[in-house]
């Protein structure tokens, strides 16, 4: 069994509810679960909080009907929403597909809405990929935001509805779970303010000046999943 895959064995073997929370908008939830089970996890897409589905079921209950700024790979999650006379816009991470055109169509989109509703998928400002640090959909929802005048909705994390939403999935808590992530601000500070405690993990988009971030001060730092899992499970068994 892989590194990861043991690292997963061993929570799934315990008395721990796990809830994996993805802002992941470049793939859908089967993809990245298949990717996931490659790694050697045990998981199904029923134990994925992710962004777009709970976008698409916020799309259905308001009759909206969406211009989608989002990447290919997920666009099969939206198959059954009505995108026509977009009356909102839904932004994701759309990597190469965030050309000028596809920016002024969106933003066109709102300017013509009498109540512009634009919907976020994650805000987060890049992450990290082997080629280097990638810019994510923070930066160009915040430039809507400003040449529209107006306030995205954020669906993933760091907004505590999100978060709430994968707790109230498993029955737990805030106060009895703990977030574990690479993210200073999308991980470790949207799960602190919605009441929950928060490890980072010294990996993935991890810098080190994230361990003297002005505003957010995570519960503890770790190495790497495994070592925040060995801690999880210390503390469980006492």
Do not use: W
């Amino acid at each position: 069994m892989s590194k990861p895959g043991k690292v997963g064995a061993r929570l799934k073997g315990s008395r721990l509810k796990v809830r994996f929370c993805t802002n992941e908008s470049q793939k859908s939830r089967a993809e990245l679960v298949g990717q996931l089970r490659r790694l050697g996890f045990d998981i199904s897409e029923g134990e994925v909080t992710a962004p777009a589905p709970a976008a698409c079921q916020i799309l259905k209950e308001r009759g909206l009907r969406p211009y989608l700024l989002i990447h290919d790979g997920v666009r099969s999650e939206f198959d059954q929403i009505d995108t026509s006379n977009p009356n909102c816009v839904v932004i994701a991470d759309a990597g190469e597909s965030f050309s000028y055109q596809n920016m002024n169509n969106a933003f066109q989109v709102l300017m013509e809405l009498e109540n512009p509703v634009l919907i976020s998928l994650g805000k987060g400002r890049y992450y990290k990929e082997t080629s280097g640090l990638m810019l994510d959909v923070g930066p160009y929802m915040k430039a809507l935001e400003y040449a529209c005048g107006i306030k995205a909705e954020v669906v993933g994390k760091p907004s505590p509805e999100f978060f709430k939403s994968a707790l109230q999935t498993i029955g737990v808590e805030a106060h009895q779970a703990v977030m574990i992530g690479d993210d200073i601000v999308g991980d470790v500070g949207g799960a602190q303010r919605c009441g929950m405690r928060a490890l980072q993990v010294r990996t993935g988009k991890f810098r080190p000046s994230d361990e003297h971030h002005p505003e957010v001060k995570a519960d503890g730092y770790v190495d790497n999943l495994a070592e925040a899992v060995d801690l999880l499970l210390q503390h469980t068994d006492k």
